[in-house]
């Protein structure tokens, strides 16, 4: 079992940066892919960023190049580093955990409740 909770969203400017964290519980932490989700009113879930146990990394379209993942193992503790925010950003950020990489939303086993990140323009 994984718990998982997200923090760091809130308001920001169009061009800024955010970066949101999402603590997991227990031991199992190292043993997942991590990913990160958002869903804006009336959309889909989409895809935004995963990364596996060892490293690899993979993003979104919409993302590469201005979002960043990073997974601190001791802390138990996924990272997405935002940058250059535009305002079709704006949505809640869900992390995920599930047992191999992947970027559809139906592969994962866990998720956390979600932070709203809103970008002004």
């Known amino acids: 079992q994984v718990q998982l909770v997200e923090s760091g969203g809130g308001l920001v400017q169009a061009g800024g940066s955010l970066r949101l964290s999402c603590a997991a519980s227990?031991?199992?932490?190292?043993?997942?892919?991590m990913g990160w989700f958002r869903q804006a009113p009336g959309k889909e879930r989409e895809f935004v960023a995963v990364g596996s146990r060892g490293g690899i990394t993979d993003y979104g379209d919409s993302v590469k190049g201005r979002f960043t993942i990073s997974r601190d193992s001791a802390k138990n503790t996924v990272y997405l580093q935002m940058n250059s925010l535009k305002p079709e950003d704006t949505a809640v950020y869900y992390c995920?955990?599930?047992?191999?990489?992947?970027?559809?939303?139906?592969?994962?086993?866990?998720w956390g409740q979600g932070t709203q990140v809103t970008v002004s323009s």
């Open positions: 995920a955990a599930a047992r191999t990489m992947q970027t559809t939303p139906g592969y994962y086993d866990y």
């Open positions: 227990g031991r199992a932490f190292s043993s997942y892919a």
